[in-house]
């Protein structure tokens, strides 16, 4: 098959261009030319925010199936059916959990009662717009620069999925980790540990909560079956590890592969330093049931996830952040919290 890549430079792009390639087929990358493909690979050059004018290129190309790593709102996923509409077979677009009516009452915007879990590809969707505050937002625009001021994924599941003349598969990712993750999801412990600090703290609530999580290697050989699978036409599917540990047990694992000999201690709300509340209904877990990718496709991770750990680990270790950094650090803070909590302890006994 020969396959386009949409945004196949950042994150996840390249490992599901390895996987393809390594199954035999033609891997094509259009992105901009400041960033580079692997050597060899193919690339058209262009910006994604204005694809129309590769349109001539893009459809020349003739691609049995595009994927679109970096769609970010229904217009411009609108573009893109409008583009291959009559060019390419089908249209993969990668989607995420946020989507579901979990991730508002997680956060906040949607009114209701706790949405049940697993979330299967069924569950309630979001009944508002909203999917992050404005603030939020421009915040992880700084972390995934693909995404514009009107990101809902909601609509571009829509769009690509509504379209009877250019069939869609639509793909729900969840937590994504490993080597090159610039939102550095392990890095608050991980950096904690190399920093020797001897108590790592966790908001109880928080340290209960289940979301769902993937290895990008992992990930990304579910994105390459399910654009190379005829089945998957017409089809969205949940995407993420079996089982979703609690932060709790998370942390801890990260601890116990880095030989760390220090303590986890589980703090209530009012008694967590400020820069490490988060504004979230953690009652509200997060978590996903794959059955229908593994049934109907026959997805299975290939990497185990301790060895996905000790390379994320290896990873972030080598490569903290060096221009913007998601994750707040205040070690004062954190010790005045633990000397009031012990107080407390103290006092209570």
């Keep these: 098959m020969r396959l386009l890549l949409i945004g196949g430079t ?27 493909a692997a050597p060899g690979r193919r690339e058209i050059f262009g910006d994604r925010r204005r694809l129309a004018d590769s349109a001539a290129e893009l459809r020349a190309l003739a691609p049995d199936v595009v994927i679109d790593l970096i769609l970010s709102s229904g217009a411009q996923a609108r573009d893109v059916m409008n583009v291959f509409r009559g060019a ?10 946020d989507v579901y009516r ?17 979330l299967t590809e069924s569950s309630e969707l979001r009944t508002t717009p909203q999917t992050y505050p404005a603030a939020q937002i421009k915040a992880l625009q700084q972390v995934f620069g693909w995404l514009d001021d009107e990101y809902d994924k909601i609509p571009v599941e829509r769009e690509i999925l509504g379209d009877p003349a250019l069939p869609g598969t639509v793909l729900r990712l969840p937590m994504v980790y490993g080597s090159g993750d610039f939102a550095h999801r392990f890095h608050p412990i991980v950096k904690r540990i190399v920093d020797r600090r001897p108590i790592i703290l966790l908001e109880e609530k928080q340290a209960a909560w289940r979301a769902p999580r993937g290895y990008v290697e992992n990930v990304a050989a579910a994105i390459a079956l399910a654009a190379t699978s005829d089945r998957a036409a017409g089809r969205t599917y949940n995407v993420s590890e079996p089982d979703s540990p609690t932060e709790l047990e998370w942390a801890t694992e990260i601890g116990g592969l880095m030989a760390w000999t220090g303590e986890i201690v589980v703090l209530p709300p009012d008694r967590m330093p400020a820069h490490l509340r988060m504004p979230a209904n953690f009652d509200q877990h997060w978590v996903y049931d794959t059955t229908r990718i593994r049934e109907e496709l026959g997805y299975r991770e290939p990497v185990a996830r301790q060895d996905a750990m000790r390379r994320t680990i ?23 919290a633990l000397s009031e909590n012990e107080g407390r302890r103290a006092t209570s006994a």
């Design 102 to 118: 979990a991730c508002g009452v997680l956060h906040g915007f949607e009114p209701g009662p706790l949405q049940p879990v697993p």
């Design 10 to 36: 950042g994150f996840i792009g390249p490992f599901v261009a390895a996987e393809l390639e390594r199954l035999g087929h033609d891997v094509f990358t259009f992105h901009r030319a400041r960033t580079h």
């Design 314 to 336: 290896e990873w972030e270790r080598a490569n903290p952040p060096t221009t913007f950094n998601p994750h707040p650090f205040d070690y004062a803070a954190e010790d005045a």
């Design 88 to 97: 390419v077979g089908r249209i993969v677009a990668l989607s995420s959990g």
